[in-house]
Structure formats: structure tokens, C-alpha cells
């Protein structure tokens, strides 16, 4: 804890993370796995395998942490509709990397910017707690 002491940006985000209403929460690992895939597509239209590489895995761990989160009995058919987005990007990542095609990326960003956006919407009209 003594780096978040030193820093107070770290603090400050470690705190907002904290405090965040659970869509709040949704839309900072749908931001954090979009900078994930921006950076990854950079990185392999770069030619920089190993850093493509780790922030895919990033993006993925979020995707993998979006769909592991879902809750299926009050979500019900919306819940069902997003796991298969994230199945289908997860899937769509994978192509991406064995055939090192950043559009493939940018097809899953456009794809999850959407998703982003409508919960960044509930988010914003949700009554505080």
C-alpha cells in the first residue's frame, strides 16, 4: 500500500474504484479492456509480438471477468445474449492473434464500444445508492 500513498493518482482511482455503483464498475473494465485492444492492435500492426500478445491476454482476462459476472437468473435472456458477445469475441481475439490481423481486434472493439456505451447509459440514469 505504500505505492498508493506515494502516488495519489493511484490512490485516487483505487478509491474510485472502490466507491463505484456496480454499472459504474461494468463501464471502467469495458474502458480498461477497450485501452487493452486499442494497444494490442497497435502493438501488432507494430510488429511488437510479445506486447500484442500481453495485452490481448489483458483484454481477455476482463472479457473472461465480464462473462464470469453474468447473472443468469435475473439477467435471463439479456445475460444468455451477452455471454454469447463475449463468447464470440473471445473467439474472434483468437483469430486475431493466430493470424495476426489487428482488424480483428478493431471489429471487437467496435463490437464491445456499443456495449460500453448502453451501459455507460444505465449507469448514468441508475438512482444512486
Known amino acids: 500500500m505504500a505505492t498508493y500513498a506515494a502516488n495519489p493518482t493511484a490512490q485516487y482511482k483505487q478509491q474510485s474504484i472502490l466507491t463505484a455503483p456496480p454499472g459504474r464498475l461494468v463501464v ?30 489483458r483484454a481477455e482476462a476482463i472479457i473472461d471477468e465480464l462473462t464470469v459476472t453474468l447473472d443468469h ?14 463468447a464470440f469475441s473471445r473467439r474472434h481475439l483468437i483469430e486475431a492473434a493466430l493470424e495476426q490481423n489487428p482488424q480483428k481486434i478493431e471489429e471487437v472493439s467496435e463490437l464491445l464500444t456499443e456495449l460500453r456505451d448502453a451501459w455507460a447509459e444505465i449507469a448514468d440514469t441508475a438512482p444512486a445508492r
Open 28 to 57: 471502467m473494465l469495458y474502458d480498461g479492456c477497450l485501452r487493452f485492444l486499442f494497444q494490442a492492435a497497435y502493438a501488432m500492426r507494430e510488429g511488437d509480438k510479445a506486447n500484442s500478445q500481453d495485452r490481448m491476454r
Open 73 to 86: 437468473e435475473r439477467g435471463g435472456e439479456i445475460a444468455a445474449r451477452l455471454q454469447g458477445i463475449y
